[in-house]
C-alpha cells in the first residue's frame, strides 16, 4: 500500500528523472558511481517504488538523486513540478533542449548554474573582476578575420617560439590557452557533453563572460581548443545574454563561420599552413584529405582536424562544402580514448570549475558571511571535503 503521509512527491520525483531523459536503470547506475564518492546507493526496485508513492528516500538518498538530476533537492517536496524552463540554445544544437541526452542536459543546466551562483558571488562579496573584453565587441558579419586573429595572436604571446615550449604537450597547451583565455576575465567551464549534440557554449549574463567547453572532446585537447577560441569568438561578437547558434541558419545570420575563421587563424595563419604543406610536399588542391593527413599538418600547431579543414577550405585546396562533410563525418564517432589514470577528484574538480572560479571561491572563503553548504553545492561534494579542496586549489588558482 502507499505510505499515508508522504513527504516527497513522487509526481516531481519522476519528473526530475524524465525531464533529463533518465530511464531507471541509468539512475542506478549512476548512483553505483556517486557510492563511491560516499552518496547511498539506489536500487531499481526503490526507484520504482518511490516514483509510485509504495514507498519513500531517505535524506541520503535525496541527496544522490539531487545529484544526478542536477537539481536541489527541495524540489522533492514541492506540489507539484516546478516551472523549469532552459532558456539556452548552444553551439550545434540540432534538437529542442529537452531532447538532448541526459549527459549534455546535465552539463548545460550546471552551466548555466555555476555563472549565476558566480554573478551573486561577486556581488555580494564585493570582490573585484576585470573583464578585458566586452559584448559585441566586434561584428560577425563585418570583422575581418584575419587582422582579429593577428592581433589577438599578439595579445596572446602566442608564435612559433612558444609552440615549441608546448611542443609535445597537448594537454599543457590546452592549459596554457585556457590561463590565457580566463586572463581576459572570462569563466572557463570544463564539463562532458554528447559531442555529437554540442561542443561548447558561450554566455554573457550581467557583464560577465563565461565559456564551457566538452571534455570529452572527439579530438582531446586540440579539439578543446578549438572550441575554447570559437566560444572566445562568440562572446565578443554577442550581445548580453546566451549566444545561440544552429546548424542551417541563414548564412548573414549565422555566427558560426566568422568564429569558425577566427578560431583557426588565432592557431595556424593560412602561411604557415602554406609552409607545412610546402615541408610534406602536399601544396596542392585534393577533392579529399584523408584524416591521416589531416593529423600530419596540424600537429606542430596544436590545432584540430577543424582548424586546419577549415583553412584548407579558405585556401581553395579542398572543395567549398569540404568542412561540413568531414565535421558532420566526425560527430558521428565516439571521444578518443585518453588513455591512462583518472586524475584525483580535487584534480578533476580543478578542471570543472576552471582557475577563476576556484579563485574566487578560496577568496569568498574568508569572509564571515560565506556558506560552506552553498559551497559543497557548487563543488558538487560533501562539505567535509569542500574545505579541503578550497585549501589544495587556492595556490593552483594564482
Known amino acids: ?17 524524465e525531464r533529463l531523459n533518465l530511464t531507471v536503470e541509468q539512475v542506478v547506475e549512476e548512483s553505483k558511481k556517486l557510492a563511491k564518492r560516499h552518496f547511498a546507493a539506489i536500487s531499481e526496485q526503490d526507484l520504482t517504488a518511490w516514483e509510485e508513492g509504495v514507498s519513500e528516500p531517505d535524506l541520503a538518498q535525496l541527496e544522490t538523486l539531487a545529484e544526478i538530476y542536477a537539481c536541489p533537492v527541495g524540489y522533492f517536496f514541492l506540489e507539484s513540478p516546478p516551472d523549469e524552463p532552459l532558456p539556452v540554445s548552444f553551439r550545434g544544437l540540432t534538437k529542442p533542449p529537452e531532447q538532448l541526452q541526459s549527459l549534455s542536459q546535465r ?36 570583422a575581418r578575420a584575419d587582422q582579429l586573429a593577428a592581433e589577438y595572436r599578439q595579445r596572446f604571446g602566442w608564435n612559433a617560439a612558444q609552440r615549441q615550449q ?4 597537448p594537454h599543457e597547451a590546452f592549459k596554457w590557452w585556457r590561463r590565457v583565455i580566463e586572463s581576459q576575465g572570462i569563466f572557463c567551464f570544463e564539463m562532458p557533453l554528447d559531442p555529437k549534440e554540442t561542443r561548447g557554449a558561450a554566455l554573457w549574463l550581467e557583464g560577465y563572460p563565461f565559456i564551457l567547453v566538452n571534455h570529452r572532446d572527439i579530438e582531446a585537447a586540440p579539439g578543446r581548443i578549438f572550441t575554447l577560441l570559437h566560444e572566445f569568438a562568440h562572446l565578443i561578437s554577442a550581445k548580453e ?6 546548424h542551417g541558419a541563414p548564412h548573414d545570420h ?19 599552413l602554406q609552409e607545412r604543406l610546402r615541408e610534406l610536399g ?61 586524475p584525483p577528484l580535487h584534480e578533476q574538480k580543478l578542471h570543472e570549475l576552471g582557475y577563476s572560479l576556484t579563485g574566487v571561491l578560496a577568496r569568498s572563503a574568508s569572509q564571515p558571511s560565506f556558506s560552506w553548504v552553498d559551497a559543497s553545492s557548487v ?8 574545505e579541503a579542496f578550497l585549501k589544495w586549489a587556492q595556490e593552483r588558482a594564482k
Open 1 to 17: 500500500m502507499p505510505v499515508t503521509e508522504q513527504w516527497t512527491n513522487p509526481d516531481v520525483l519522476r519528473w526530475a528523472r
Open 107 to 142: 552539463s548545460l543546466r550546471r552551466f548555466m548554474e555555476l555563472a549565476q551562483w558566480t554573478v551573486e558571488t561577486l556581488r555580494q562579496t564585493g570582490q573585484p573582476w576585470q573583464v578585458g573584453i566586452r559584448p559585441a565587441q566586434v561584428s560577425a558579419q563585418t
Open 166 to 169: 608546448l611542443a609535445g604537450k
Open 241 to 246: 545574454g546566451v549566444v545561440c547558434d544552429f
Open 254 to 272: 549565422n555566427p558560426e563561420p566568422f568564429a569558425n575563421r577566427l578560431a583557426a587563424r588565432i592557431l595556424v595563419t593560412p602561411d604557415e
Open 282 to 342: 602536399e601544396d596542392r588542391g585534393r577533392p579529399d584529405w584523408p584524416d591521416s593527413l589531416l593529423d600530419k599538418l596540424r600537429k606542430p600547431f596544436f590545432a584540430s582536424r577543424h582548424v586546419v579543414t577549415i583553412l584548407l577550405q579558405e585556401l581553395q585546396l579542398a572543395p567549398r562544402d569540404f568542412y561540413d562533410r568531414k565535421r558532420q563525418q566526425w560527430e558521428t564517432r565516439k571521444p578518443f580514448s585518453r588513455g591512462g589514470k583518472r
Open 379 to 386: 563543488l558538487g561534494m560533501k562539505v567535509e571535503k569542500a
